[in-house]
């Protein structure tokens, strides 16, 4: 288990790309020698048996790490491998931290299992593995892309209502914001009151961003794009007090209770873009993800929002947590905007972690600059005035009442 070895994924092993067509993994698939060399770290652990028996019974399409879920013993867990360029174990475990925090307070996410020594991760050179028990559900949704759409206006409604949970839960936990790196989530930038000189610390802090974005206008494109958008979002977004959220809600993120249209939410994956932003925010992100076409952005290039999709994420939500004026101004504010940061770290995540100046120029003209012209075109003013028209309705609520 030699993590320098590994450079070539075996044969077969497409994944989902940025758009609707497979693609190269951009990283080796485990093997069976692989994780009965990790698990082997885990044995008699939580009632576990011998790792030699263990076997790989299905493989991710997702294309930024390597996971699968492996029979060991009489059960199944899920094994995960990420390179050190992308997660620390710092970062890794501020995830694991979370999960505990999260799962002692009701929410269903998957117990991360620890070794003889207590720790949850092992690493050999420059990767690191955890693992998890199986997620309580069914995984509807693993097979699809990520951020595809629900696939019923009720599985929309459900995640609003498991996503408000979630926050809820969130909202004591501790720890301060993870560190700008490549493939994560944050709020530096669009809540900051001095935008333009963030995004230049940002690229001062992180070289291999700075390399990523040498011949591009980075700072001329922010304030053309994203300033107005981002000043508004920001000024509103100092009404919140910061809290974790999950940063990446969408359908293939969660497991659900049936294979049914009606079916509700059961278990909840992927703390991986999980940080200290807001619940408004983390909404949004969830919106983003989940209710406009983004997967036609390197396709036909016609994207459109579900509308019903938006309505039924955000009735979910307030079933639970009702929303009053300001946040719903924020949420209209920071949603053109809330796929800036993470969009950066894709940029310097293709263009130096591995090498795809295809997807870095994706990532960077579709993805950065393409996400926010969309909410000034045509088919991304009509969300706009949608939600401004649902912001309107809301007037009559009682200011901040919730469960």
């Given at each position: 288990?030699?993590?320098?070895?590994?450079?070539?994924?075996?044969?077969?092993?497409?994944?989902?790309?940025?758009g609707?067509?497979l693609c190269?993994?951009?990283?080796?698939?485990?093997?069976?020698?692989?994780?009965r060399?990790?698990l082997?770290?885990?044995?008699?652990?939580?009632?576990?048996?011998?790792?030699?028996?263990?076997?790989?019974?299905?493989h991710?399409q997702?294309?930024?790490?390597a996971?699968?879920?492996?029979?060991f013993?009489?059960?199944?867990?899920?094994?995960k491998?990420?390179?050190?360029?992308?997660?620390t174990?710092?970062?890794?475990r501020?995830e694991?931290?979370f999960?505990?925090?999260?799962?002692?307070?009701?929410?269903?996410l998957?117990?991360v299992?620890r070794?003889?020594?207590?720790?949850?991760l092992?690493?050999d050179?420059?990767?690191?593995?955890?693992?998890?028990?199986?997620?309580?559900?069914?995984d509807?949704?693993r097979?699809?892309?990520?951020?595809y759409?629900?696939t019923s206006?009720?599985?929309?409604?459900?995640?609003?209502?498991?996503?408000?949970?979630?926050?809820?839960?969130?909202?004591?936990?501790?720890?301060?914001?993870?560190?700008p790196?490549v493939?994560?989530?944050?709020?530096?930038?669009?809540?900051?009151?001095d935008?333009?000189?963030?995004?230049?610390r940002?690229?001062?802090v992180r070289?291999?961003?700075?390399?990523?974005v040498?011949?591009?206008s980075?700072?001329?494109d922010?304030a053309r794009?994203?300033?107005?958008?981002?000043e508004?979002a920001?000024t509103?977004?100092?009404?919140f007090?910061?809290?974790?959220g999950h940063?990446?809600?969408?359908a293939?993120?969660?497991?659900?209770?049936?294979?049914g249209?009606?079916a509700?939410v059961a278990?909840?994956?992927?703390?991986?873009?999980a940080?200290?932003?807001?619940a408004?925010?983390?909404?949004?992100v969830?919106?983003?993800?989940?209710?406009?076409?983004?997967?036609?952005?390197?396709?036909?290039g016609h994207?459109v929002?579900?509308?019903?999709?938006?309505d039924?994420?955000?009735?979910?939500?307030?079933?639970?947590q009702?929303?009053d004026?300001?946040e719903?101004?924020?949420?209209?504010?920071?949603l053109p905007v809330?796929?800036?940061?993470?969009?950066?770290?894709?940029?310097?995540?293709?263009?130096?972690?591995?090498?795809?100046?295809?997807?870095a120029?994706?990532?960077y003209?579709?993805?950065?600059?393409g996400?926010?012209?969309?909410f000034?075109?045509?088919?991304?003013?009509?969300?706009?005035d949608?939600?401004?028209?649902v912001?309107?309705?809301?007037i009559?609520?009682p200011?901040?009442?919730?469960?």
């Amino acid at each position: 288990m030699t993590g320098e070895a590994m450079t070539a994924r075996p044969a077969g092993g497409l994944v989902h790309g940025m758009g609707r067509e497979l693609c190269e993994a951009d990283w080796p698939a485990l093997t069976n020698d692989e994780v009965r060399a990790v698990l082997g770290r885990f044995e008699r652990q939580a009632g576990l048996g011998t790792s030699r028996d263990a076997a790989i019974s299905w493989h991710s399409q997702r294309p930024m790490s390597a996971a699968a879920i492996v029979r060991f013993a009489d059960s199944e867990v899920f094994v995960k491998r990420h390179h050190v360029a992308v997660r620390t174990p710092e970062r890794l475990r501020v995830e694991h931290e979370f999960a505990d925090h999260l799962r002692a307070r009701g929410q269903p996410l998957p117990r991360v299992l620890r070794d003889a020594r207590g720790d949850t991760l092992v690493r050999d050179g420059d990767f690191i593995y955890e693992v998890h028990a199986r997620v309580v559900g069914v995984d509807l949704y693993r097979d699809v892309p990520s951020w595809y759409a629900f696939t019923s206006l009720d599985h929309a409604r459900a995640a609003g209502r498991a996503l408000a949970r979630f926050h809820q839960a969130a909202r004591d936990f501790p720890l301060p914001p993870s560190e700008p790196g490549v493939l994560t989530n944050s709020i530096a930038i669009v809540a900051s009151a001095d935008p333009l000189g963030e995004i230049c610390r940002l690229v001062a802090v992180r070289p291999g961003l700075a390399r990523a974005v040498a011949q591009r206008s980075l700072v001329e494109d922010f304030a053309r794009y994203h300033l107005r958008a981002v000043e508004k979002a920001a000024t509103l977004l100092r009404e919140f007090a910061p809290q974790w959220g999950h940063g990446d809600w969408h359908a293939s993120n969660l497991t659900w209770s049936s294979t049914g249209p009606k079916a509700v939410v059961a278990g909840v994956l992927d703390l991986g873009l999980a940080n200290r932003t807001f619940a408004v925010h983390d909404l949004a992100v969830a919106l983003e993800r989940s209710t406009v076409d983004w997967l036609d952005l390197n396709g036909s290039g016609h994207i459109v929002a579900n509308l019903d999709a938006v309505d039924a994420l955000l009735d979910g939500y307030e079933e639970v947590q009702l929303l009053d004026e300001i946040e719903l101004a924020a949420l209209v504010a920071i949603l053109p905007v809330v796929h800036l940061e993470y969009a950066l770290s894709e940029v310097e995540y293709f263009a130096e972690v591995v090498r795809s100046s295809d997807n870095a120029d994706l990532a960077y003209d579709g993805y950065f600059i393409g996400h926010t012209r969309w909410f000034e075109e045509a088919a991304g003013s009509v969300l706009i005035d949608h939600l401004q028209r649902v912001r309107r309705r809301s007037i009559t609520k009682p200011f901040g009442a919730g469960e």
